[in-house]
């Protein structure tokens, strides 16, 4: 079993991102930390941590100041960067520090299932021992490759899909797209086309409201509640 660590400032995404893990056979979640001090004192007092899915934004540190940190006291836990930041500085800093993979938020089960799974083919094949030929080295450095997450609605940025995605995890039940325009701010098509997107990735559910005559109405709930 694959020991995890999820580290996130946010107690909701920790939560549903923990529950992704706990999906995927194979791996357990040991422990969630929402500040970097907190981690770090995870990481240094369980019996035992295999891999870290370490967000960046943290509020009393960065998630690569905790990978440093974790360097230079000698922890070899492997991490992987799971975060909404995506600036090449902040992932070419990552790849130094030796994250093995970094994943944008937001990001769909499938996406972060597929490199679970990759890393705990690495691992077997590392656990194996022995030498390598070139071409087995070659794939070892490949093996936490993925297929690419499906694009975004074009003309929407990251940070919209994020924005939408925060509101129907704090919503208390499932919300039409004039609700989610109404709490975020953006417009109702805006809205509407972000929820396709989060529903098409698997990340809501929808659902109808049937009321008087005409069409139900289309609303969407977080699929962790579904």
Known sequence: MIE????????RVAQINAAYVEKVPGFRVAAAAHTAADALHRLETLPRLDLVLMDHCLPDDTGLSVVREMRSRGIGTDVIMVTAARDVSTVQ???????????????TFAGL??????????RRTLDSGGEAE??????????LSAPPEPTLPKGHSPATVELVRRTLMGAAGPLSAHDVAERTGVSRQTAQRCLKFLERTGRVRLTLK????????????????A
């Open 4 to 11: 995890v660590l999820v580290v996130d400032d946010d107690v």
């Open 93 to 107: 800093a990552a790849m130094r520090h030796g994250a093995l993979q970094y994943l944008i938020k937001p990001f």
């Open 113 to 122: 299932r597929s490199r679970l799974e990759a890393y705990a083919a690495l």
């Open 134 to 143: 070139q071409a087995e080295v070659d794939r070892l450095f490949g093996a």
């Open 210 to 225: 049937y009321g008087g005559a005409g069409r139900p109405e289309h609303r969407y709930v977080w699929a962790a509640r």
